[in-house]
């Protein structure tokens, strides 16, 4: 436990000049984006306050004519978005480097790790965790940023222009903030729970191929594909949640995907630690 | 006493290792001795568990590996093992974090011995420094058996000889080395025994003070007899 | 240290037993009194650091000696010389006989006469006596280093 530990607190201080990284670029460009749009459109009522316009004339994105944070929000789509989206590229690529940056490079730390006096599975498991953690971290900053957002807003709209608005709204107003933070908590797990099943299939993938190398990536991708088909079976065959006329009852759909998420994730994961502690090479 | 029976490693459909047996005591020096490609680094790596074998077996001290094996061996390879973004310190800090029988005082005197500036990082060390901080991360460690791979090669003379100045103190007194190398003149008088091999087996397996006061012959004599024909 | 002055580097040889040459080292050094009985000697490891070779090689020598009585030990102290005089001696006349032994046999193969060889032997003994002592002369500073 304590290795694990310590092994989980290296792993996230290797990371952690990207990671502040991801999270200045996100708080940058989501932050300086909506300067942008508020300080234009906040112009543009007092030029019409100015040549004595009605303020009530709305416009497609601001009906009412005042400026509300969940309709800025929904204006500023694409680079609102833009940041997320890099840094679910970045997590994405980090899976594979969290484990072949050990293996590549001048000095070796794979021979390092393998040779610590700790169960091997704890290399493994500090590695998802961190993963997890990245993803966690990554969704918690993004929740931090959107009140500071809204405290912008508030600074830079005068009240006489202001429209309050929901947090729930605030999320629903923009395409990428509903997959990262799902209205229910049922869904929220859900979707986690797929992508992390996700992110231990490809670890076990990555260990297929650096105990077998060549013929490893062939084992790598027919791993992934029969995952892939576990997962998917289901649904293909017509037995959908909505489908009113599926075989199943939404619960029974419900339980038996999840029964397979947990074969999934058990196979992936007990692969993995019999892989790194019998197979693995350097 | 380190045990290799039988050891057997396929790589790519070439036979690697053809049953290589052979023992390494404590408190002596084994050298294990061949060309290029004959296999030593993936014995070593194969006996502490860096690479599985397809057949054979490994005891130390009479026990299969575990965990606490990383305690009682210790493994220098042919190049550092740290990230080089670590600092020398940090590298340290590092070994005392997860080795219990790490000995701190033993890496400052080692670092000290070596010269070696603890603030430095360890991408920017020379090739012969490295090699030299590489040695302190193996032996500041208070194993009972020490595994290093080439630890003479590619370095220059002045970073050789300090580096074979370690096994004449008791830095390697009392425990049992086991060392590969492709040349063996120089250190020739360093060695307790050798391991000849060849083809993947070992052709010979000797005490070096013996074959010379008995057959009047060298290590490097035997080696060309043997390795040569 | 007392085994390595005068700028003597001890240098070994690949085929014979290292610790015999060893042996051999301290046999030369009491010979030409270079030690003396009763000296104190160097421990086990400071000889194995003094002369770059392997504890273990270090202590059959220290062995070999104290079988031959060459070397003393008691209890915890440091080894010394021994003081037993004869012992000594037979040192010297040992590493002479052992020397022109095998210089013997290695000359019986050209058949030479005993006159001539004397002769020779002694031209060549001393023309080195000569070179080795302008050679120290010339160059005494540097080799203290």
Not at chain 3, 91 to 97: A, D, P, W
Request: charged share 20%.
């Amino acid at each position: 436990m304590n290795r694990y530990l310590k092994l989980l607190h290296m792993e996230i201080h290797r990371f952690r000049y990207i990671l502040a990284g991801l999270m200045a670029i996100t708080a940058a460009v989501q932050i300086g984006v909506i300067i942008r749009t508020l300080v234009r459109e906040v112009a543009k009522r007092k030029e019409d306050i100015l040549n004595h316009q009605s303020i009530d004339v709305g416009s497609a994105l601001f009906p009412s004519g005042k400026l509300s944070f969940a309709s800025t929000m929904f204006g500023i789509q694409f680079w609102f978005a833009l940041p997320i989206l890099l840094s679910i590229a970045v997590l994405g690529l980090y899976i594979f480097l969290i484990w072949y940056r050990d293996w590549f490079g001048r000095h070796t730390f794979v021979y390092r790790l393998l040779l610590l006096p700790t169960a091997r599975r704890n290399i493994y498991l500090a590695k998802a965790t961190a993963i997890l953690a990245f993803i966690l971290g990554m969704l918690a900053f993004q929740l931090l940023l959107l009140p500071v957002e809204n405290v912008i807003f508030n600074l830079i709209v005068p009240a006489e222009m202001r429209e309050a608005s929901y947090f729930a709204d605030v999320i629903a107003a923009n395409q990428a903030l509903p997959f990262l933070l799902p209205q229910n908590f049922d869904q929220f797990v859900f979707s986690y729970g797929l992508g992390f099943s996700a992110v231990l299939a490809v670890f076990t993938a990555i260990l297929l191929e650096r105990s077998y190398r060549r013929l490893g990536i062939l084992y790598a991708i027919l791993y992934l594909i029969a995952c892939a088909a576990a997962v998917i079976i289901l649904p293909v065959s017509n037995q959908t949640y909505f489908n009113p006329s599926a075989y199943l009852y939404p619960e029974e759909f419900f339980m038996i995907e999840m029964v397979i998420f947990a074969l999934v994730v058990a196979s992936s994961v007990w692969l993995g630690f019999r892989l790194l502690a019998k197979k693995i090479t350097v | 006493m380190i045990e290799v029976v039988n050891m057997h490693k396929r790589y790519r459909l070439r036979n690697v290792l053809n049953g290589v047996s052979f023992t390494a005591e404590k408190g002596q020096v084994t050298c294990l001795i061949g060309v290029n490609g004959a296999g030593k680094s993936t014995v070593l790596k194969a006996i502490m568990g860096l690479t599985p074998m397809s057949k054979g077996t490994v005891r130390i001290d009479g026990r299969a590996r575990e965990r606490e094996t990383y305690e009682k061996v210790a493994f220098i390879p042919d190049h550092l093992t740290m990230p080089s973004y670590m600092k020398l310190s940090e590298g340290l800090r590092f070994m005392a974090d997860f080795y219990q029988s790490w000995n701190q005082a033993r890496a400052g005197e080692l670092m000290k011995f070596f010269r070696l500036d603890t603030s430095e990082r360890v991408g920017n060390l020379s090739k012969g420094t490295a090699a030299k901080y590489n040695l302190v991360i193996g032996l500041a460690q208070d194993t009972d058996y020490v595994l290093m791979d080439e630890p003479f090669s590619g370095i220059d003379l002045f970073s050789r000889e300090s580096i074979a100045e370690v096994f004449s103190t008791d830095l390697i007194d009392g425990r049992g080395v086991l060392l590969t190398t492709h040349e063996v003149g120089e250190i020739e008088h360093l060695l307790d025994k050798a391991v000849l091999l060849s083809h993947g087996t070992v052709a010979k397996e000797f005490q070096c003070e013996q074959v010379r006061s008995e057959e009047g012959k060298s290590v490097v004599d035997v080696m060309r007899e043997v390795l040569w024909v | 240290m007392h085994t390595n002055d005068g700028g003597t580097e001890v240098f070994f040889n690949n085929r014979d037993p290292v610790y015999l040459q060893v042996v051999r080292h301290f046999k030369e050094q009491i010979a030409t009194g270079r030690m003396e009985a009763g000296q104190v000697i160097p421990s086990r490891r400071e000889l194995a650091a003094l002369f770059k070779i392997n504890p273990n090689t270090a202590q059959r020598a220290y062995k070999e000696m104290e079988e031959q009585q060459l070397i003393v030990t008691e209890g915890n102290s440091p080894s010394r010389i021994t003081n037993q005089m004869e012992i000594l001696q037979s040192i010297r006349t040992e590493l002479l006989h052992d020397t022109v032994a095998a210089f013997i046999a290695s000359i019986r193969k050209i058949e030479v006469p005993i006159e001539e060889l004397l002769d020779l032997v002694e031209r060549e003994f001393n023309e080195a006596r000569l070179h080795e002592s302008t050679k120290i002369s010339d160059s005494g500073g540097d080799r203290n280093d």
